[in-house]
Each structure stands twice: as C-alpha cells, then as structure tokens.
C-alpha cells in the first residue's frame, strides 16, 4: 500500500482533523497530482482544510453527478480509497475525471427525496448539539452534491456557512419538501 493510501486510511478511520483553511480548487483542472498535494499532503507547508470533510465534499459531488439522489453512510471510506487509487494510478488526470471513474459504495442509503426538511432540519440540531464535527462532515456532503446539481466544478470551502444558511432558510419555508428538492432550489439559486 502507497504512503499517501495509508494516510489517507487513518484520516478517514481515526477521524484526524486537520487546521481549518479556506481554499478554492476547480475539479475541472486540478490533477489528481495537485489534489494529493493540495489536501493529502500533511506536510504542505500551508494549512489546508479538513480530509475527511474534502473527500465526504467529493462524495456528495460523486453521487449527484451520477444522478442520484440518495446518502450513502458507508461509502466515506471505500470512495475515499478508491478515489485515492485513482488519483495514484493517474496523476495528471483531472480530479474530476478521477470522481466520475469512482463509484460509492451504496450501502445503507437514505434516500434525499423521501426525506423532508422538518425531519431533516430536525436531526440535523440534534447532531450539531452533539457531535458539531459530525455535522459539518454531513454538510459537506450536502453543498458538494449541491455544486454538482449547479453544474459547477468548483470546490470553494469558504461558502459552506452560506450554503448551510440558504438550506436553512429553503428548508424554513417549506418544511413539506424534500431535501432533494431543497437542495435542487439552492443549486438553482447559486
């Protein structure tokens, strides 16, 4: 197993936390070179923002590209590795043609259109009282598979308040609605 494999194992296994940083990277353009440089590396010398929350980001983008619509709970650990080994086998593909060949595991899903914003805005304070990591991890999903559904390659970790804030407020208007919906009219709103 490659070192960066192996590194990537124990942020996502043992939950490590990395400093906070914003940064703004395109899919589109960056290799999967850069992406190991720019979110794996521990070493870099600047900080960079949290792996587990980078790669359950690219997850949500993943699932939505794909066409789905559905949260796979399982799937951080084995997206993450396979997205890894993608990126090590293709260093100068794009980071985007690396997550369109990757697919999540689809293993205990729950499914975004049968979920409505009540029960979600619901659980979502509840997990955000107990656990604010947790919480976090999960938006990142949300806003990544909500920049996919805006056609948009860009990653860009300082919008998440703002994206969490239009959820919040969609959600707040329409409690009846699924989160899929929601999330659909906040991709629009981008």
């Not at 290799?31 to 997850?59: E, F, K, T």
């Not at 593909?93 to 259109?113: G, Q, T």
């Not at 107990?130 to 938006?139: L, N």
């Not at 990142?140 to 969490?164: H, I, M, P, R």
């Amino acid at each position: 197993m490659k070192a960066s494999t192996i590194a990537l194992g124990f942020a996502l296994l043992a939950g490590m936390a990395r400093p906070s940083a914003a940064l703004q990277l395109n899919l589109a353009t960056l290799s999967c070179a850069g992406y190991h440089q720019a979110i794996l590396n521990s070493r870099a010398p600047v900080p960079h923002p949290d792996s587990i929350n980078m790669v359950m980001w690219l997850l949500g983008y993943s699932v939505a590209r794909a066409g789905a619509h559905v949260l796979y709970s399982d799937a951080l650990a084995s997206f993450g590795f396979a997205l890894d080994a993608q990126c090590l086998d293709n260093p100068q593909s794009s980071l985007l043609d690396a997550i369109m060949r990757v697919r999540p595991r689809n293993n205990l899903p729950l499914e975004l259109d049968t979920l409505n914003c009540r029960e979600f805005q619901a659980r979502h304070a509840e997990l955000e009282k107990s656990d604010r990591e947790s919480a976090d991890t999960i938006m990142n999903w949300l806003q990544g598979f909500a920049t996919a559904k805006a056609g948009s390659t860009v990653l860009d970790t300082a919008t998440l308040g703002a994206f969490e804030d239009a959820l919040r407020r969609t959600c707040d208007g329409n409690w009846h609605q699924s989160l899929y919906e929601s999330l659909k009219a906040v991709s629009a709103a981008r």
